[in-house]
């Protein structure tokens, strides 16, 4: 239930002319809680509750965000997220509950994606987030905090994933344990890009981190017009961005659809979403480095599977959930979407080479 009252004190602290009309919620991400803000003359506004359990310093969050838009709007021939400054002249709000806020302007006449419909909007999304990292390629990522230290590391996900192990109960063991098996399976492979990035031979950028497809912004006609959701830009490396667009992109199902004969790899539309890709950083990005851009959609997938299953140890304390075994459901279905990756795995490897060309 909304508390519409407390929604419109929150954005009458932030530094804009129009009057507040009413607010919804938009339900997107497990994260956090976002509404939009319908005010009495556009633009309209969407105002985000910042979720500072899982992100520690949301000031420098912010400035991250703010950073990136700025340097975007110069460099990108997209459009960008605009923040809008509180009153304390900080690009957020802290409510006397410590709760953190940011407002940005809504982007009218948008539509997005949980499920690519066509290989045309695949080839979008791969041109919309490979421009945003050639956008941002001569940003210096050392000025970006990480907003969540470690997110993409493998190996200290193995780690909390090990722990929870060790303080999950029996039930949860007992009813994760063809899934555990899998993820203590796979860990070789899994660290190849981590021992990579430590050792130099990926080149760290700036990097957006979360490239599901739901956090591109499409015209109605189908075309690439805005990269959203920017809490998770810091240093990192573009096989991650890579991954994460193919994880959503190139699923058949959504993340916790049970029915896992439904869960199949769609070829063609990674052929779109590498193909948009490669068309904007390919000039950047070296054969080595591309050729583990396959292994990065594993990995991701990988990653996101096995955060989930340390969640569900954990007694689920990290992502919402809509009923007692939804992290669960979620890992069988990120685990079934890999067992799909490695019967075309030669072929995704093969595509890439092409469109590097």
Known sequence: ????????????????????????????????????????????YVLQQINHAVFKDVPNLTNNKVKVTAHLQKNSSYKSLEFVPAKSNKYYYKDSNGNYWNLMIFIDDSVTFEIVPTKEIAVEAGKIFGEFLN???????????????????????????????????EERKELAKNQIK???????????????????????????????????????QGKGLCVIDLDTVMPGIVHFDFGDA?????????????????????????????????????????SFEASYLPLGAKAITFIMGLRMLTDFLNNDVYYKTSYPLHNLDR??????????MEKVFEQMKMIVSQYLV
Do not use: W
């Open 1 to 44: 239930m909304i508390n519409e009252a407390k929604i419109k004190a929150v954005f009458n602290q932030f530094v804009t002319t129009s009057k507040f009309v009413n607010c919804k919620e938009l339900v997107s991400g497990h994260i956090n809680n976002t509404y939009l803000i319908e005010t009495k003359e556009k633009p309209f």
């Open 135 to 169: 956008a941002t390629a001569n940003f210096d990522a050392s000025n970006l905090v990480e907003t969540i230290p470690d997110f993409h590391n493998m190996a200290f996900r193995y780690q909390q994933f090990d722990d929870a192990l060790l303080n999950a109960t």
């Open 182 to 220: 899998r993820a203590l399976d796979l860990k070789e492979e899994m660290l190849i890009l981590q021992h990579l990035k430590s050792e130099g031979k990926l080149k760290t950028c700036v990097t957006h981190n979360d490239t599901k497809v739901s956090n591109a912004l499409f015209t109605k």
């Open 246 to 286: 193919i994880r959503t992109i190139c699923t058949t199902a959504k993340e916790d659809e049970t029915d896992l004969t439904k869960v199949t790899f769609n070829l063609e539309n990674y052929k779109g979403f590498t193909e948009g890709f490669l068309s904007e950083i390919k000039e950047s990005i070296s």
């Open 331 to 340: 890992v069988k279905n990120q685990l079934k979407l890999i067992e799909e």
